[in-house]
């Protein structure tokens, strides 16, 4: 456990008023009440769940109600939230009879109406779904698959608390028959930061740990709210602020939760609320590389950097220099939308401090520079050797429990298994583990999915979990791509809109377990590489369904009854002894059976003692010239964001952090006055694309930048605009702003 200071600390509160009364802020004491009223038929399962379970949610990771990095209780309403999706019985199957009862479902309706109960079919010009066996699904599965052809297959996996287990054997079972296109949903949040990370450092996750926070001078936060998405990490960051660390964060908006928290587990907190980050740089939407790429102009035209450690341990340093030189204040301060001094006061901020930590999100990733984006901080935290230290490390912190693992066990169309390139030799390598060759050329990443979809050239589309049609930009044409694919599978423990879509040809629906149902237990891989098993928790089960990792081996063996004994599904125990043999940096998995056994892969610090793993030894810097962004006269930057929310999952209408209700135009008050617009104005949001009817909600944003709730404003981004390498869609786009 970290080390923390016990008292009271008042310099750190937000006001004398007890409990915030008055302030906008969650009342995270509601949200029990609200998990107990939600869950009161399964009271006891629901305890023992959260009592013993890993949570389901994001990847701070848990054992039970306690982590490793603080003692007391670990809980958020995120995950009281997604109680009820584990505790809540199924609905009748007639009730999909007809599925034009179901019309004008919100989402959120079509989750509470239960778990699915059994597996489903619907077939082209039927009213609604039957019930079928599960042989009889998979049977029908397994002969679309053998008439098709593996070019004209997809499969994807989401982040919805699927275990590595089932990853792992998703994988597998998918590259037996034949295909490498098998996705996850880390495509769509973290691809460029492992593609980055391993460019830069060898290694494609976090080098440090969340105790960490606790021990360092300073945390920048890019991109990233970890007050909504990740709340308990607010307190981290209270006794990192006791213990001394400064915060900042870089983002087009002051978010208030990153700005002050209440935090309901510790008591002055809890009363008087806690100021977090202290300084706030308000860049553009996309003016990451831009301000990064100034600060350590500033950085080293005045020689701050570590060159001891720049000379001994890492590579690229004159071609970055020159690269930076090159690049000109005024652009960078254009593209940045901040000045040259207040790059200037970051880069004193990172000359002051003995020790950094990094942590970035989405607001770096998702954009069509999201590779660069990482780069850039990778560059700024190497310049002072923020690595493989106590007290110092890179972050990409992950929003949800399975995604860290689901790359990693290689359900990823560009990598295999422990993240290694797709090629012949590592074909073969995994050829003498399995048993059968796996293809080695990479597969379609989720946007070439949809993209084969709407040519007409995917037979089959297989997600577990997920929803396309709310998670990819431009869901009408993601609608027209899924209504060609002659036999769409839906594996999932809810209903969702897309399952609904009318089929091609045929539609099936298989109902999954969630993780605390499998028997023999499952792991998921934390952000610090924590991995950690649930036990699987007693209590009420949906009888026929099935976890995807037995299904996927199942269906395989159908396909390849040739390799049936290759891929036969024998537990939980026998797949993690598997993955330990093929992924050598999980050793250690075999030997988790009990709750509370976790280990973290690396250690707590990757690249310790200044060692990379990269093929000169050496960490590298690397150039990156910030995009040019045209912005047209009159038209915003439009970013979108989260609210009150799980991934699409919206769980309130009104974010309580902010105010902000789902139509929400978040906008700079100066821009709201050129315009002639008040709060709570109507406004439309134009592009070639669409347009998206909102409210103004007046907001601390750099000025000449909109922010927009995501999943909603969806139709307003382009599919086309993807990364270069991990090719991650951009959730970014141009606007005019109309009044209605
Ligand atoms: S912060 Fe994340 S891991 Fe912790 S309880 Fe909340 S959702 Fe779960």
């Known amino acids: 456990m970290a080390h923390t200071r016990r008292g009271w600390d008042p310099s750190l509160w937000v006001s004398l008023k007890p409990f915030g009364i008055g302030e906008q802020r969650p009342n995270n004491y509601l949200e029990i009440w609200k998990a107990l009223v939600e869950n009161r038929d399964q009271l006891p399962y629901a305890w023992r769940i959260l009592s013993q379970g890993v949570c389901d949610g994001c990847a701070l990771g848990t054992a039970g109600l306690s982590d490793w990095t603080l003692s007391g209780v670990h809980l958020c309403n995120i995950r009281l939230r997604l109680l009820r999706l584990n505790t809540m019985p199924p609905f009748a199957p007639s009730l999909l009879a007809d599925v034009g009862t179901l019309t004008g479902a919100s989402s959120g309706d079509l989750r509470a109406l239960g778990r699915l109960p059994c597996p489903l079919v619907r077939r082209r010009g039927e009213a609604g779904f039957q019930p079928l066996s599960w042989d009889a699904a998979l049977d029908l599965v397994a002969a679309h698959i053998r008439s098709s052809a593996p070019e004209r297959l997809g499969f994807y996996l989401t982040s919805r608390g699927m275990p590595n287990e089932s990853y792992y054997m998703a994988q597998k079972a998918v590259r037996a028959m034949g295909t490498n296109s098998i996705d996850n949903a880390a495509r769509l949040c973290h691809a460029p930061s492992t593609v980055a990370l391993k460019g830069s450092l060898g290694m494609g996750a976090a080098t440090c740990s969340y105790s960490d926070w606790l021990e360092t001078d300073l945390i920048v936060f890019i991109g990233s709210n970890v007050a909504n998405n990740q709340p308990v990490a607010t307190k981290y960051l209270y006794h990192a602020r006791r213990n001394g660390a400064r915060i900042v ?73 020159a690269c930076l030189d090159a690049q000109h204040w005024d652009e960078l301060e254009a593209e940045a939308g901040i000045s040259r001094a207040e790059m200037r006061q970051m880069a004193e901020l990172v000359r002051d401090a003995k020790r950094a930590v990094f942590v970035w999100s989405m607001g770096v990733t998702q954009h069509a520079h999201g590779e660069d984006g990482v780069r850039a901080i990778l560059n700024l935290a190497l310049s002072k050797g923020f690595v493989g230290r106590p007290g110092c490390g890179v972050m990409p912190i992950r929003g949800h429990s399975g995604v ?8 990823y169309a560009t990598v295999f298994p422990g993240g290694e390139p797709i090629t012949e030799a590592a074909a073969q390598r995994l050829e003498a583990l399995w048993g059968f060759r796996p293809p080695a050329q990479p597969g379609m990443t989720t946007p070439e999915m949809l993209a084969a979809a709407s040519r007409g050239e995917l037979d089959v589309l297989f997600a577990a979990g997920g929803n396309f049609l709310e998670v990819m930009p431009d869901p009408d044409y993601t609608r027209a791509a899924l209504e060609r694919v002659p036999l769409r599978v839906h594996m999932d423990i809810v209903l969702s809109s897309q399952m609904l879509i009318e089929p091609a040809d045929t539609v099936l629906l298989l109902p999954a377990t969630t993780r605390y149902e499998i028997p023999g237990g499952v792991t998921e891989t934390s952000t610090e590489r924590r991995v950690i098993l649930s036990p699987e928790i007693p209590g009420p089960r949906v009888p026929q369904a099935r976890c995807e990792a037995e299904v996927f081996a199942d269906l395989a063996a159908r396909v390849r009854p040739d390799l049936a004994h290759r891929l036969r599904y024998r537990g939980m125990a026998a797949i993690r002894e598997e993955i ?145 390498e991990a090719r991650i869609p951009d959730y970014n786009t141009l606007v005019r702003v109309e009044r209605l």
């Open 580 to 724: 330990a043999r093929v992924i050598p940096f999980y050793d250690g998995i075999q030997h988790l059976r009990r709750q509370g056994d976790q280990f973290q892969y690396g250690g707590p610090h990757l690249c310790a003692g200044w060692r990379f793993p990269t093929p000169d030894g050496k960490a590298r810097f690397t150039p990156v010239t910030p995009p040019r962004t045209v912005v047209p006269e009159g038209m915003f930057r439009l970013s979108t964001r989260r609210g009150k929310q799980f991934n699409t999952i919206v769980h309130e209408q009104r974010d309580a952090l902010n105010g902000a209700t789902r139509d929400a135009v978040l906008m700079n008050a100066a821009d709201a006055a050129r315009l002639g617009l008040r709060d709570g104005d109507a406004v439309r949001l134009v592009n070639e694309r669409g347009e998206y009817r909102g409210r103004v909600l007046l907001a601390p944003l750099r000025p000449g930048n909109l922010q927009v709730h995501w999943p909603e404003a969806n139709h307003l981004l382009s599919r086309d605009t993807c990364s270069p």
């Open 404 to 411: 860290q693992g689901g790359a990693e066990m290689g359900a």
């Open 249 to 321: 964060c870089v983002n087009s908006y002051r978010e208030p939760g990153m700005e002050r928290y209440w935090i309901p587990s510790i008591g002055d907190s809890a009363i008087f609320g806690t100021k977090l980050a202290e300084t706030f740089f308000l860049i553009n939407t996309g003016g990451d590389v831009a301000f990064l790429n100034g600060v350590l102009k500033h950085i080293f035209a005045e020689e701050w950097h570590d060159a001891d450690f720049v000379r001994r341990c890492t590579s690229g340093f004159a071609a970055l220099r």
